[in-house]
């Protein structure tokens, strides 16, 4: 078993602003010495033009809100090109950026990487306009189409697509160029047979919270409510195939938490927000279990346990905090999203209210 202090050479806790520190945060997105986090509580994104030395940081600039104090569902007016509700997946080449605004069921792009508070989304996708927020724009209950959003929770881009994992419907959107135009439809549709349906069964994505893809071409799908992760091993498979690989459960058909323990193992996962994927391996964010798991090659096989892990002191603990009533330096609460630029990570420890700084240490 390799244990955190083998997999990271230290730690350095981020809290935000200090008049305004971050209140469940579930993302946050590392690119060319950038820092943007999903202040996902209080509805807005904090940005940083560099990456913060201290526990506490003014930010440069705050999306979502007119300034960083406030913190108003959809800044406290109608919705519009500047508001947002509950946001939550981010990517970012650091030039342009996307920010899942899930509970306006929408996408927001900014062409040019946002430079004031309060800046307006040049494109949005999922709804026909920026004063539009209905699931499938129609409202609750209506179907899908490949326009149409509901609880987006997830982005990915390889700086030429999009892929939108639509967690609401249970499918993730593919689109094959990064929307430049607002209301576009989507080129592709994984875990439906059809833009249209809602029916699911377990070879699917169930509750597909993110979806990430390496530069070899893997994708991964972090299935939360079925406690897993699905690997393909080419995402262009994924329109047509069930995944490759599945971690966390031995088969499509089982969907037990930790697979019906009371207690984690390496091969179990609870409520698995995020993966990403790392050299020849992939990390899994085990939400639930309040840690990071490291799988050192990509699964070549089902319910494959894990090589390594963050936040726990084995692979047989996973309650919040390390069984400590406390925060520590060193420990989870409920991590949420991983992201890693170079030798850097950063994971959302959104149980914490702080996103963690590890320096890898392979």
């Known amino acids: 078993m390799i244990v955190?202090?083998?997999?990271?050479?230290?730690?350095?806790?981020?809290?935000?602003?200090?008049?305004n520190p971050f209140?469940?945060?579930?993302a946050a997105f590392l690119v060319g010495g950038k820092l943007m986090v999903s202040d996902t509580g209080q509805n807005r994104v904090f940005i940083w033009h560099e990456l913060p030395e201290n526990t506490f940081a003014e930010p440069d600039v705050v999306l979502g809100q007119s300034a960083p104090e406030r913190t108003g569902r959809n800044a406290g007016k109608d919705v519009d090109a500047s508001t947002m509700?509950?946001?939550?997946?981010?990517w970012s080449d650091g030039r342009r950026l996307i920010v899942a605004d899930a509970w306006n069921h929408r996408v927001l792009i900014w062409h040019d990487f946002p430079g004031r508070h309060g800046q307006e989304a040049d494109v949005?996708?999922?709804?026909?306009?920026?004063?539009?927020?209905?699931?499938?724009?129609?409202?609750?209950?209506?179907a899908p189409s490949a326009k149409t959003l509901n609880w987006p929770y997830g982005v990915f881009s390889d700086g030429q697509s999009l892929w939108v994992a639509d967690t609401g419907n249970r499918r993730v959107l593919y689109y094959e160029k990064i929307p430049v135009t607002s209301y576009v439809a989507a080129d592709g549709v994984i875990g439906k047979n059809s833009f249209e349906e809602r029916d699911y069964d377990h070879y699917q994505p169930i509750w597909p919270y993110?979806?990430?893809?390496?530069?070899?071409?893997?994708?991964?799908?972090?299935?939360?409510?079925?406690?897993?992760?699905?690997?393909w091993n080419s995402w262009k498979d994924s329109f047509t195939r069930k995944a490759d690989v599945i971690i966390g459960q031995p088969d499509f058909e089982s969907n037990g938490q930790n697979q019906y323990r009371f207690f984690p193992d390496a091969h179990t996962l609870n409520w698995c927000y995020d993966s990403c994927f790392y050299?020849?391996?992939i990390w899994v964010a085990d939400t639930g279990n309040s840690r990071v798991l490291w799988?050192?090659?990509?699964?070549?096989?089902n319910n494959q346990p894990a090589t390594?892990?963050?936040?726990?002191?084995?692979?047989?603990?996973g309650s919040e905090n390390a069984d400590s009533i406390r925060t520590t330096q060193n420990s989870y609460y409920w991590p949420f999203f991983i992201c890693i630029d170079g030798d850097l990570m950063v994971v959302a420890d959104t149980g914490n209210h702080r996103v963690v700084f590890n320096r890898l240490n392979f």
Not at 23 to 26: G, K
Not at 126 to 141: A, R
């Open 124 to 142: 949005v996708v999922g709804q026909p306009d920026f004063n539009s927020n209905f699931p499938n724009v129609e409202g609750i209950g209506k």
């Open 23 to 26: 209140l469940a945060p579930r």
């Open 210 to 231: 993110s979806v990430k893809i390496s530069a070899k071409g893997q994708m991964a799908i972090t299935d939360t409510q079925y406690y897993r992760v699905l690997i």
């Open 85 to 90: 509700m509950y946001p939550s997946g981010l």
């Open 4 to 19: 955190e202090e083998k997999l990271i050479k230290g730690n350095h806790i981020f809290q935000g602003s200090k008049a």
């Open 295 to 301: 799988f050192e090659k990509i699964p070549e096989v």
């Open 308 to 317: 390594g892990l963050i936040g726990q002191k084995d692979f047989h603990t």
């Open 279 to 281: 050299k020849d391996g």
